[in-house]
């Protein structure tokens, strides 16, 4: 069976029931009240070949803030519930994705030690999700799934362009990070845990 996860958090500003399975198809079944980041939450679990699930209810009416970040956080949590059935995994993910001019760059290291590098400059204009928020999710992301993240795009000329390649490269990343590593004995550290 496959290393898989279900992850729900309610509070006062959202409710969040959030599904994944490592080894899927890429099928998503997405439904956050925040249209484009469905769409990016589709395109991650397609090039991650993740079967992810979500349905959020939020703040809307405040900001897409609360809801975003919560999203991040459920996510996070699923992945690192999902590895606890895969203990030998390859840990270190990177792919670079190009989206028309723009190219991301995101590496990933499973290591339980939570950090976040996010090198992204985004051109003037408005956006249909606020590109702040694209940060905030990675960082909650991060921190509750214990990966380091490096998320960098070296350049880039389109809002729209920039995110989609962030989310797609973040897919195949983990993708990679998370695969069985059939020579592992174990966690994948000289400690013997990470």
């Known amino acids: 069976m496959a290393p898989m996860s279900r992850v729900t958090r309610q509070t006062g500003e959202t409710e969040v029931e959030l599904e994944l399975e490592l080894d899927g198809r890429g099928d998503a ?3 956050t009240g925040i ?5 990016m939450l589709h395109l991650f679990a397609a090039h991650g070949y993740f079967d992810l699930k979500v ?3 939020g703040d809307l009416k405040v900001d897409q803030h609360h809801t975003v970040e919560d999203i991040g956080i459920c996510l996070g949590h699923a992945f690192r519930e999902a590895l606890q059935g895969r203990p030998g995994v390859r840990r270190y993910g ?3 994705v190009p989206m028309d001019e723009a190219l991301a760059q995101v590496t990933v290291d499973l290591s339980n ?3 976040l590098h996010f ?3 985004y051109p003037p204009g408005g956006a249909a999700l606020d590109p ?3 940060k905030e999710f990675w960082r909650a992301v991060s921190v509750h799934g214990g990966m380091t993240l490096h998320i960098e795009v070296p350049y880039g000329e389109n809002t729209h ?4 390649a962030i989310f797609k490269a973040a897919g195949r990343a983990l993708d990679e990070a998370t695969r069985p590593e059939p020579r592992a004995k174990g966690a994948p550290s000289t400690k013997g845990v990470l």
Request: charged fraction near 20%.
């Open 29 to 31: 079944v997405v439904n």
């Open 35 to 39: 249209p484009f980041l469905d769409h």
């Open 55 to 57: 349905s959020a209810r």
């Open 94 to 96: 990177t792919a670079r």
């Open 113 to 115: 030690r939570p950090y």
């Open 119 to 121: 090198q992204v400059k």
């Open 132 to 134: 702040q928020l694209v």
């Open 161 to 164: 362009h920039i995110m989609e």
